[in-house]
């Protein structure tokens, strides 16, 4: 079996999301080095704050100023910090309890090793050097020896509360297409297009996904298929996309290729678009070095019949 | 209430990677497999769920691609959960319940493979206060873990315990990925070590539901539900007792499981730290077997490792070896939301 394919994926998206009003007042509050949570009706003070009461699910918007001190709560010692963590140097989780808080906030806490770290401890918030209003303009937590530090006094309003924030994420992958669009993909490069044939119902799958969606066995045998085809259905496309360096209008068609179950999906070219029909016969068209056909053209034959296609739109 | 059943249960070999199978391919085995046991065809299954994520592997609507395997045309009476299967199998029961349907195959499938499942899986915490921190699930768990130590719950000689006797028992689980005498390493985030680490791996499992009659035509011993429910804790991990889980045990109690002793607990306690969690919470004696399979210590294929628990269990009551078992599955970070299901055999 030929060697399975594997590709680099990177999932990368910038998520905005809005934010509710004591989501608003907590992370504009750190872009303002005050500290605030939110008082629940049985009286606790919740840090960080939340919109509702996580026992009773009543909405609470008492929101109530804490320090910038502290106590860990728990603590686990992180000797290789990870991409996107607070700190780059070796670092401890730490859950802290605020003083004036009743909960922990999970941050990092700058220490030299774990022997430096302990529950119980007292730290103090290192406040970043910029700050937009997000949870890392706490640059991480470091030791304090003292008491609860003196509050600000702040009321919770602000004259440029933001109200949204744009978290950016992103994760890498390894990508495998697994057997079956490996063995396809690898024929392509050949410039041949092999399918898979359902031992069931016999209908040829083109590009093959290793099983048959109507009868849930594994496909196996190989079919090659092509090169010539039929076109079943098509759009004209007139709007140019980013990145695509293709003079619309053009045609964007189904094509059935002789001896294939159901149709791909290929550009039309070597035609004026308007004169792009169903039934129209067509055969792909490979530039140099590349792995899958560039565009698939008119072989020049008579149109094939409604009914040898019919099935496959 | 509709008696519902669990009538056949099949797991893959669970691998660091299945970088020669797509998700289809590794999950259709398991789905011949439940059907072959029970002689049902695509076509006699009632209600279809499945439980997986795309993050896993990066694959966006791998859901869709995966029901190729089913046999999914024409259209069937079908649904998905962006959760472990155990809560697949959770929305299977009450679709039996209601009498639209009268048997259900439920799967999960995961490719933890791909790509780094430490840091995908700080993508389903709190987007505004703890995902930008990127917190892994080991540091999580490790947080956790101390808290425990710190409250007298354990030491790291006793999750060491846990560790052994969990990859000891898994070598007479021939799925299980990490069996046998298994180290327990260095600090991965102290205080836990790799030891008290689930191995990362790719899997799928599946059941098959059947409702009253219909179950004892398609399964010599049915493994009854007697009661299944899932609870959460709060939202933020500061507001918790992480030392506790009253999520898991209100589940068990609206689950029935404190009526009558059981003899077989299926655990999802991925850390070691999270058993003795767990165990405190749903009262488990030294009497009752924990998990005999290796639990997800053994294997752990994320989405699918809870569906297991409940397989696994089912299977013990089928073979005889268990007449009254519980099981539990887990989801989120620290033990976040809990499902329990008490499952019963037939008098012997």
Redesign the interface.
Known sequence: MAE?L?AP?A?EFP?T?S?GPV?SAF?TGLRERVVLGVRTGDGRV???P?EYD??TAEEIRDLVEVAATGTV???????EP?????LDTPFA???V?LDGAD??????LDVPG?GAVH?GMRVRIRWAEERSG???DIACFEPYDGGPAQATGHTGEFEDAITG?V?P?R???????????TAYIHALSERRTVGERCPSCRKVYVPP??????????TAEQVEVGPRGTVTTFCIVNIKAKNLDIEVPYVYAHIALDGAGLALHGRIGGIPYDQVRMGLRVVPVWTEGARYPDHYRPTGEPDAEYETYKELL | MRDIALVAFAQTDHRRTSDDLSEVEMLMPVLHDVLDQTGLKTADIGFTCSGSSDYLAGRAFSFTLALDGVGAWPPISESHVEMDGAWALYEAWTKLLTGDADTALVYSYGKSSPGSVRDVLTRQLDPYYVAPLWPDSVALAALQAQALIDAGDTDEPALAAVAARSRADAVANSHAQLRGSVPQGDYLVRPLRTGDCPPIGDGAAAVILAAGERARELCRRPAWIRGIDHRIEAHGLGVRDLTDSPSTRLAAEKAGAFERPVDTAELHAPFTSQEVVLRKALRLGDEVRVNPSGGALAANPIMAAGLIRIGEAAAGIHRGESDRALAHATSGPCLQQNLVAVLEGDPR
């Open positions: 399975i594997k994926l999932v998520f999301r934010l989501q992370l919740l840090v960080p939340v996580p026992v709560t728990t603590w686990a010692w992180n000797h990870r991409r996107g963590q607070p989780w730490v859950l309890r909960t922990g906030l999970l941050h990092a774990p529950t997000a949870i890392t924030i978290a994420a994760l890498d992958y390894t990508y495998s297409p697994g057997r079956a669009q996904r290793g099983a048959c969606p109507t009868c849930g066995v594994a």
